[in-house]
Structure formats: structure tokens, C-alpha cells
T-cell receptor, first 118, second 116 residues
Framework: AQKITQTQPGMFVQEKEAVTLDCTYDTSDPSYGLFWYKQPSSGEMIFLIYQGSYDQQNATEGRYSLNFQKARKSANLVISASQLGDSAMYFCAMREGNYGGSQGNLIFGKGTKLSVKP | NAGVTQTPKFRILKIGQSMTLQCTQDMNHNYMYWYRQDPGMGLKLIYYSVGAGITDKGEVPNGYNVSRSTTEDFPLRLELAAPSQTSVYFC???????????????FGQGTRLTVV
């Protein structure tokens, strides 16, 4: 079974509008971390935001926020005020055993391609 | 501050050839990883290391080997290249885990490998 599911292969958003990229995860480990990475067309992986499973508040980093719904096992990325430079692939990832005791690797979803229209 | 450095950035191999993808990090991270990314897919773990002298297989290790003789370096060896190994390869590192801190993985720029 997939551990990270991103159901939107592609999304379009108008410049300056907000967009939500969906991510659901599956784990029985109570200690995990959730990450979002951006991959522009140049190919590098850029870290955006992190949410720990025990964090009480939703993470925010500038225009990025993570809508963490633990009971539903979802960790959606919200980008506010979209910019043309936000056009990229976005990957949701999970690390099980994030509080220690694991090999630390990230498990990735298949990604969502976001296109921002002017 | 170089972070994670991968070489080469691009490479074309013929079927049956071998090569080593180099990866070095200057952040003194214990954990290092090799991932591959096939078109339209997420990243899949090939091998990982939790410290010098310790390596283990990930999800897709067949056709690859690794070594970790120092904290800084984690080369990936392809033996007898096959077309199925055409992919983009990423090396990454992260600090030790614990206490729920944000321990993001830092990625290299990637190596685009084509096997023909």
C-alpha cells in the first residue's frame, strides 16, 4: 500500500490566488514527520515546510502553510498569493521514526505539477 | 557553504558499462541517502547510510552498490548498466534524528543518467 498519496497529478491556479495541494499518508508509527519539497524545472529539490506528528499547531513558512489533520492522515500544502515562480512539481514526503530510532529516509509521493497562470 | 555536492550532473552510459556517482557533504551529517527519480514519479530509496562504515539497502537496490568510508562521502556504484537504470539520481543527507526537530533532508543537484 502506498504510504504517501498525492491524488492531483496536475493543478492550475491563477496568479495571486491561493491553492491547496493534497497529501494523505499511511503509517502506524506515532512518531513521524511530514515534509513538502518543491522541484522546479531545473530539477533541484527545495525544502518548503515541515510538520511533526506531535506538533499542536499547523506549520507555516511565509506563503506556505500545512493543513495538518492527524485523524484524517492528511497534510495538505496551502500556497497563498501564488506567483509565477511557484510553477513546479511539489512532493509530499514522510519520515517514520522522526523522533529517533529510524534510518531517517523520506518516503515520497508521486508529486503534483502546479502551473500558475498569469 | 557547499551543502551536498554530486558529480557528474549528466552522463550517458552504454549498456554494460560501469560508473560511480560521487556525493559529498560538508555539514557533518550522519545520515546519507541515494534516491532515484523516474519520469513522473516520486523519489525511491536505493541505499542509505547512518554513519561511516554502515550502509543498507533501500527499496530499489538491485544493480547498485555503495560504500561509506568517511562521514563526508557516499559514492554510488552502477555495475553493468542497463536501460532500466536511466533516471535522475539524487544524493541527500540529514542530521541525526530526535526530539521531533525538523530534520529536513538536504539534496544534491541531481545526476541525469541515460543508459543506451
Amino acid at each position: 500500500a502506498q504510504k504517501i498519496t498525492q491524488t492531483q497529478p496536475g493543478m492550475f491556479v491563477q496568479e495571486k490566488e491561493a491553492v491547496t495541494l493534497d497529501c494523505t499518508y499511511d503509517t502506524s508509527d506515532p512518531s513521524y514527520g511530514l515534509f513538502w519539497y518543491k522541484q522546479p524545472s531545473s530539477g533541484e529539490m527545495i525544502f518548503l515546510i515541515y510538520q511533526g506528528s506531535y506538533d499542536q499547531q499547523n506549520a507555516t513558512e511565509g506563503r506556505y502553510s500545512l493543513n495538518f489533520q492527524k485523524a484524517r492522515k492528511s497534510a495538505n500544502l496551502v500556497i497563498s498569493a501564488s506567483q509565477l515562480g511557484d510553477s513546479a512539481m511539489y512532493f509530499c514526503a514522510m519520515r517514520e521514526g522522526n523522533y529517533g530510532g529510524s534510518q531517517g529516509n523520506l518516503i515520497f509521493g508521486k508529486g503534483t505539477k502546479l502551473s500558475v497562470k498569469p | 557553504n557547499a551543502g551536498v555536492t554530486q558529480t557528474p550532473k549528466f552522463r550517458i552510459l552504454k549498456i554494460g558499462q560501469s560508473m560511480t556517482l560521487q556525493c559529498t557533504q560538508d555539514m557533518n551529517h550522519n545520515y546519507m541517502y541515494w534516491y532515484r527519480q523516474d519520469p513522473g514519479m516520486g523519489l525511491k530509496l536505493i541505499y542509505y547510510s547512518v554513519g561511516a562504515g554502515i550502509t543498507d539497502k533501500g527499496e530499489v537496490p538491485n544493480g547498485y552498490n555503495v560504500s561509506r568510508s568517511t562521514t563526508e562521502d557516499f559514492p554510488l556504484r552502477l555495475e553493468l548498466a542497463a536501460p532500466s537504470q536511466t533516471s535522475v539520481y539524487f544524493c541527500a543527507s540529514s542530521p541525526p534524528l530526535g526530539l521531533g526537530a525538523n530534520t529536513e533532508a538536504f539534496f544534491g543537484q541531481g545526476t541525469r543518467l541515460t543508459v543506451v
